[in-house]
């Protein structure tokens, strides 16, 4: 199994630009979700997706957007890049057992810079 | 509202001693779990423990134990034996109820002192 794979690792972009991260996993999990990783600020919530065709907002949503066609694919858009979009992105999904959600397992991050 | 706080923001070890990361939380939600994630500078993020809030034994994995206190909403991470690897962002979580997002730390950052 390859797990959480992400691309790419590092990307620049200039202010205005889009783009799209990518996230797939293998593990047939239910719940995918993105965060972004900001010093001082720990993990923050972009979106997450509980199935396929099924998304919802995480505490930071403004300027991305989601979709969720596949079990296996989770791809974030960056509508209109803006230099507070710089961070690191990481996508994460986790399996759900009657007790809640298990652990999740995580991608190994985007390094993202807007300049 | 559920929250997590971790209360250190940097701690330093030296190796082969014990150290006792702390991480508080609040829920009202009476079925939860709580993880420690270990995030090294390669940047991954690495599950390190799991504890079941139904489960009164404390969750063990090798040099890597928890102190969990439910009464208190205390869930701390125990080193022992620290190992040069083990120097790394440390991050506790929670997930209650039928809560779909994980709740998450500030962290706390482990130097570790040949």
């Known amino acids: 199994n390859a797990g959480v794979t992400q691309t790419p690792k590092f990307q620049v972009l200039k202010t205005g630009q889009s783009m799209t991260l990518q996230c797939a996993q293998d593990?047939?999990?239910?719940?995918m979700s993105w965060y972004r990783q900001d010093p001082g600020m720990g993990l923050r919530l972009i979106h997450y997706?509980?199935?396929?065709?099924?998304?919802d907002q995480g505490e930071v949503p403004n300027g991305y957007n989601v979709s969720r066609s596949t079990t296996e694919d989770f791809p974030l858009r960056l509508l209109s890049a803006a230099p507070s979009q710089t961070s690191v992105y990481f996508c994460?999904?986790?399996?759900?057992?009657?007790?809640?959600?298990?652990?999740?397992?995580f991608g190994p991050g985007t390094r993202l810079t807007v300049l | 509202a559920q929250t997590v706080t971790q209360s250190q923001p940097e701690m330093s070890v030296q190796e082969a001693e014990t150290v006792t990361l702390s991480c508080t939380y609040d829920?009202?939600?009476?079925?939860?779990?709580l993880f420690w994630y270990k995030q090294p500078p390669s940047r991954q993020m690495i599950l390190v423990i799991r504890?079941?809030?139904?489960k009164q034994q404390n969750a063990t994995e090798n040099r890597f134990s928890v102190n969990f206190q439910k009464a208190a909403k205390s869930f701390s991470l125990k080193i022992s034996d620290s190992q040069l690897g083990d120097a790394a962002m440390y991050f506790c979580?929670?997930?209650?109820?039928?809560?779909?997002?994980?709740?998450w730390g500030l962290g706390t950052s482990l130097a570790v002192n040949p």
């Open positions: 994460a999904s986790s399996s759900f057992s009657g007790g809640g959600y298990n652990e999740q397992f």
């Open positions: 997706s509980v199935g396929a065709g099924i998304t």
């Open positions: 593990m047939n999990h239910e719940y």
């Open positions: 979580a929670l997930n209650a109820g039928n809560n779909r997002k994980l709740i």
């Open positions: 829920t009202s939600e009476s079925d939860y779990y």
């Open positions: 504890q079941e809030a139904y």
